[in-house]
């Protein structure tokens, strides 16, 4: 069983940059592909992007494509999420989840962090 811990949220002014980190404490991480996913109030949960196990892939949202970046470190069974150019429409609760293999769809994905807020002024 992996356990996922998001930090690194809070508020930012538009146009300024966080990185969030998802750090995983049980079984290792290489074996899954980890993906982000954001929710804001009122609305469903929508994916962001996701890497594959060996950290040879991504996929973003059109949304986040060339601004937001993830990578990983298996060895420290982190992944990260590198947020530049922020909009206050990236304002949401996000969430790091794993699965088996790389989906851009929420319900396919095994486990799941507790979420870390970003707030994007404007």
């Known amino acids: 069983q992996v356990q996922l811990v998001e930090s690194g949220g809070g508020l930012v002014q538009a146009g300024g940059s966080l990185r969030l980190s998802c750090a995983a404490s049980g079984r290792t991480i290489s074996n899954y592909a980890m993906g982000w996913f954001r929710q804001a109030p009122g609305k469903e949960r929508e994916f962001v992007g996701y890497?594959?196990?060996?950290?040879?892939?991504?996929y973003y949202a059109d949304s986040v494509k060339g601004r937001f970046t993830i990578s990983r470190d298996n060895a420290k069974k982190t992944v990260y999420l590198q947020m530049n150019s922020l909009k206050p429409e990236d304002t949401a609760v996000y969430y790091c989840a794993g699965n088996y293999a790389p989906s851009v769809v929420a319900g396919e994905y095994n486990f799941w962090g507790q979420g870390t807020q970003v707030t994007v002024s404007s």
């Open positions: 890497i594959n196990r060996s950290a040879g892939d991504t």
